[in-house]
């Protein structure tokens, strides 16, 4: 997801509306070192959007969320009566019936299941306040933005098939099916990434051989094509490799490859209409798109049942100009999502 550039800590990145919309909801996609929130009125459309810094830690992590809240709310004209609820999509394990949250390391909130929703409720003085993973709420961003679905109304009406499939340290999907969250028997709907693709591979963090992850992801990429000028390696790769260096060439079209391969593994378990690349890898922009496209169409030359899936066609960028999962939080904080 792309990031908003900011010149404060409190970065304001849209105009408010001049008179006050009906039935705002703000969304929160809480990161270890960010908050990106979003005001949502009652058509889905974006108010006004913004980022504040996360302080880590449970407490800090409510006073950061609290702030967010409060930042995007003023920023818009309105306040925090005027809000429906709030949505938030954090990294970790989520219950989304009871908001608590449990391994969420980034954010320094471990050990016990944290109240996050009881507690930056009560910070708010008894606003709504629902949780839902941060690729959950991203996929659900995605679809709306991309009109996929009508995602901006009370219930999940609409038929989006999606996946948004984020490319940072690991590799996982977040996926939409006929408009509603799948989150699977256990929530591990989407964990694409501990698919084995190599028998004989090294060994990935979960303890199985050649996972996908160990391939398609940031860190797989980095560690191939270390960072040496201080940018991310993602981009001195594809640079390098635009610059005519055969070794940055080559890692180039296998990460492009093995991309292509998660993306293979969804439309074809999962039958989706799109594909939204996102994470931090996806700060490339169009020429990730372009290799990862390219990828697909070598792969499907020698097979006619591939070419028959258009699945070059099925992928794009997650839109890096509006916060995807905040707005995908917004959407949680209106409604019941099931």
Known sequence: MGELNASSSTARTMTATPALPAGLTAGL????????????????????????????????????????????????????ADLDGVGLGVPGLVDPRDGTVTHAVNLGVEGARFPLADRLSSALGGLPVATENDLNVAALGAAHLLGAGRAGRADHAGHADLAFLALGTGLAAGVVLDGRLRRGASGAAGEIGHIPVDPGGPVCACGQRGCVELYASGSALSARWPARHGRPAPAELFEAAAAGDLRAVEIKAEFAAAVASAVRILALTLDVQHVVLGGGVSALGEPLLVAVRAALEQQSRTSPFLSSLRLADRVSLAPADVPVAAVGAALVGRRKVS
């Open 29 to 80: 996609d809480i990161g270890g070192t960010k908050v990106l929130a979003a005001l949502l009125d009652d058509d889905g459309h974006v108010v006004e959007s913004l980022r504040v810094p996360t302080v880590r830690g449970p407490d800090g992590v409510v006073a950061s969320a609290a702030r967010a809240v409060h930042d995007v709310a003023a920023a818009a004209g309105v306040t925090l």
